[in-house]
Each structure stands twice: as structure tokens, then as C-alpha cells.
């Protein structure tokens, strides 16, 4: 568990209570969540299995498939282009990282983001890089 220490940053009050407030000046990617190197790293380690999950083209074609609305699989074959054992490989493992949740019906599976956050980046990163 993270616990913030007193000294490194205030927390807000007041409605977003138990927000972290961003420290004046040049910030590092964790600045403010902990001075603890062991609970640094595991968030560090944490974060690395999170990107390594991006760094698959396939895996990204797959997230914009299925970033608006609840798909089959064939639907995302049929969107990504992708076959369908690579699909269902990629599926299942954004799946198994909470990336996506998973629902039957009859023989079809269908997938959709349970993670705001990975469209959020992934939008963030893609925009950033097709402006530059």
C-alpha cells in the first residue's frame, strides 16, 4: 500500500480531498506519492507491466477497437484485420491484466475497456505524437 509522506506534498481539502496536489516547479513521475524506495519500486514495477502491455502494435489496434463499444471477437477481427488466434491471444491477456472485462452470450465472447485510464493514455500519447 502507497502512503504518502508528510514532507513530500500536501493533499487538498475539500471537495477532491485526498487528492495529491502537483508540487510547484519541475516534477519527476512520482514526485509526491511516497519517499519510501520500496513502495517507489513497486509502483514503478507496476507501471512497466502497465506500458508493456501497450508496446504491441496489435494490442493497440485491438484497444481502438473496442475503446467506444462492447465487441465480439469477430467484430474486432473484422475491424483490426488481425486473425483471429492473435486476437483471441491479445484479448485474453488485456483481459487477464484488467485492461478489458469479458462477457458471454450463447457461443460469441464479448469485450469491452474496464480501464478509463489505458484510452485515456493511449489517446493522450497517439494525439501527441500525431501533432509532432
Known amino acids: 500500500m502507497v502512503r504518502k509522506n508528510q514532507k513530500s506534498s500536501s493533499v487538498q481539502a475539500g471537495p477532491q480531498a485526498g487528492v495529491l496536489s502537483r508540487p510547484a516547479g519541475p516534477v519527476g513521475i512520482a514526485d509526491g506519492l511516497t519517499d519510501n524506495q520500496d513502495e517507489l519500486g513497486f509502483i514503478f514495477d507496476r507501471a512497466a507491466q502497465y506500458f508493456a502491455l501497450l508496446s504491441e502494435p496489435a494490442r493497440l489496434r485491438i484497444i481502438q477497437a473496442v475503446c467506444t ?34 462477457r458471454r452470450e450463447g457461443t460469441f465472447v464479448f469485450y469491452k475497456i474496464s480501464d478509463p485510464m489505458i484510452t485515456d493514455l493511449c489517446r493522450t500519447v497517439c494525439v501527441k505524437l500525431a501533432v509532432n
Open 69 to 102: 463499444d462492447e465487441r465480439s471477437v469477430q467484430d474486432v477481427v473484422e475491424l483490426t484485420g488481425l486473425p483471429q488466434p492473435n486476437v483471441s491471444r491479445h484479448l485474453s491477456m488485456l483481459y487477464r491484466a484488467g485492461v478489458l472485462s469479458r
